[in-house]
């Protein structure tokens, strides 16, 4: 099967798995699209995205949303069938990533340079901006995908960074960026704004949903996010080099181009996160926006995002465990699984097996000295290799029964976390909790795990037996 | 102000800041049937049809209100370095 290399195409995989909704009668850009993209995720698990066709306002603009807002949607993303279950749609990604690096596909031409726009820019005419939370402090474009480079490393297209970031849009071209310590792309403005230069980026839309996954997940900072989306869709990434030396993905809807001004902080946000909070408003960086190339008709794909489950969730799950594994078993391969689902992986769920008392805390304690971790991994529960991370019964029985707080609770005191953690105190401060909820082994000799149940002998013939009886009743 | 503040005129005040410092950021593709209006002070932005906790000010939610003098006390994210020293010095 051929790749998707654009959300345009990938509207055609949803539409023939009977997972996209045409919404053909007339909405207001508030509160409707956020209402609905709030709505969509109450509904389940297995929603399909949205396509509003028909805005307030606009004469011929097209939002989509919810293009990653749920399981079988981010299984057609990865080419996988839509009933394919959480663990393993995350093996498939382990297994994929695994591969890393792949080749890229260079091209010249692409479809969004069939419309340039380089004098004048007004984004709000171009793309149907809307406020998506109540308490928003304006209207953001909230899944896109950046391109930057590193001033000091130009020519590395390893460090050329591709990351999400929210935009608050408040001006024709003039855009808030919130790129924090903690994001690669806050690298590159670091050294730009060291030499007093600013910092030239390209703001994609609509690249394709699995770059976007690509984009929000925590790869280490030399790795390419484009090598990485070609062994996850498994042909070579089309991106296209702008005169500027910048790659940029080919599937695109929309390509902005722009600086970050050099040194330069205004007011921004606040904006409902995925914490489930608002953010604040704080002082960040600006972009101005110099030229805009876009597809004829472009379709923009914004994302819904407030308390959990919401589309985003879906997004940043799958691609923040599968690095955290990675990364984690190199150095200890007794890891079975990582589920970092929970809002980006400040919860981590991972189960190993014990090479001695003590082992799974530290394994815990590796989780919080990757990349991510600096940022991530508030609470890390360790469990048993017996215990699927992914089965929250089986994860709640462990704490239930495998927990003693007087010697399983490791506090780690004054821990780095984001900023947008709404438990931080100060903000970007937290202390840190491992859950050791796994069985004890020797040298560790605590608790009575002498008798645990298993199965009655038979069971899983009976399991096979039942199953069939089942399938015949019903048909 | 009170519940008579005026919130139609051409720059209305901010609903968030009550900054008179406004500007019309764009008008609707389709001729009339929205505005956008932006604070120049706090960067808030509305249109002009959103519901009214949006774009009146004695409705907007006590918890999002902003006093223009914070604006300059924000936390810096991120921090703006030094510059390097030349090295031609």
């Known amino acids: 099967m051929a790749a998707v290399q654009g959300v345009r195409d990938f509207l055609e995989v949803l539409e023939r798995n009977g997972q996209l909704l045409r919404i053909a009668e007339e909405v207001s850009l508030e509160p409707d699209i956020g209402a609905a993209g709030r709505a969509i995720s109450q509904l389940g698990e297995t929603m399909p995205a949205l396509s509003f066709e028909k805005i307030k306002g606009y004469n011929n603009a097209r939002i989509v949303t919810n293009i990653h807002g749920s399981w079988p949607n981010h299984a057609l993303i990865m080419g996988m069938p839509k009933d394919s279950d959480t663990r393993a749609q995350f093996f498939e990604f382990v297994r994929r990533y695994q591969q890393y690096p792949g080749k890229v596909e260079r091209v010249k031409d692409a479809p969004w340079m069939e419309n340039v726009i380089e004098k004048d820019v007004n984004l709000f005419d171009i793309l149907p901006l809307f406020r998506l939370n109540r308490g928003d402090g304006g209207f953001y474009i909230d899944k896109s995908c950046v391109i930057s480079r590193d001033p000091d490393d130009f020519e590395n297209d390893n460090v050329q960074n591709v990351g999400l970031y929210r935009l608050e849009v408040k001006g024709p071209n003039r855009i808030g960026i919130q790129p924090i310590p903690e994001h690669d792309i806050a690298i590159h403005l670091a050294h730009a704004e060291e030499r007093g230069e600013d910092l030239p980026i390209y703001i994609t839309l609509g690249a394709s949903p699995l770059m976007e996954i690509v984009a929000s997940m925590p790869i280490l900072y030399n790795q390419s996010e484009y090598e990485m989306l070609s062994v996850l869709q498994g042909e070579p990434a089309k991106i296209v080099r702008m005169p500027s030396g910048h790659d940029v993905p080919w599937g695109a809807e929309y390509v902005l181009e722009g600086r970050i001004l050099s040194r330069v902080r205004e007011a921004e946000g606040p904006f409902g996160e995925f914490t489930g909070h608002y953010s604040g408003a704080r002082s960040m960086p600006v972009v101005e926006i110099d030229k805009v190339y876009h597809r004829t008709a472009p379709i923009f794909e914004p994302l819904y995002l407030g308390q959990p489950w919401t589309e985003i969730d879906y997004m940043m799950a799958i691609n923040t465990g599968a690095p955290l594994y990675v990364q984690m078993k190199e150095a200890f391969p007794e890891i079975v699984a990582v589920n970092a689902m929970y809002t980006h992986g400040l919860v981590v769920i991972i189960s190993t097996k014990r090479r001695m008392g003590g082992f799974a805390r530290t394994v815990g304690m590796r989780c919080m000295t990757t990349p991510h971790g600096l940022g991530y991994a508030k609470i890390v529960i360790m469990v048993d290799e017996t215990i699927d991370p992914f089965d929250l019964k089986q994860v709640m029985w462990a704490l239930s029964t495998k927990v003693n707080p007087a010697g399983d609770l490791i506090v780690l005191p004054h821990m780095s976390i984001l900023p947008l953690d709404p438990g931080a105190m100060p903000e970007g401060m937290t202390h840190k909790l491992i859950i050791d909820a796994t069985t004890p082994v020797p040298p560790d000799n605590r608790g009575n795990y002498g008798q645990p149940l298993d199965s009655p002998g038979g069971t899983a013939e009976w399991r096979q037996k039942l199953s069939k009886m089942l399938a015949e009743s019903v048909s | ?89």
């Open chain 2, 1 to 89: 102000m009170n519940a008579q503040t005026k919130t139609t005129t051409i720059h209305p005040v901010c609903p968030r800041c009550r900054s008179a410092e406004t500007d019309i950021l764009t008008r609707s593709p389709v001729k009339d049937v929205w505005i956008v209006h932006g604070c120049k002070v706090c960067f808030y932005a509305w249109r002009n049809t959103e519901p009214e906790e949006n774009i009146n000010p004695d409705k907007y939610p006590e918890a999002f209100r902003l006093d223009p003098a914070e604006v300059n006390n924000f936390i810096v994210v991120p921090t703006i370095p030094p510059l390097r020293k030349s090295e031609t010095g």
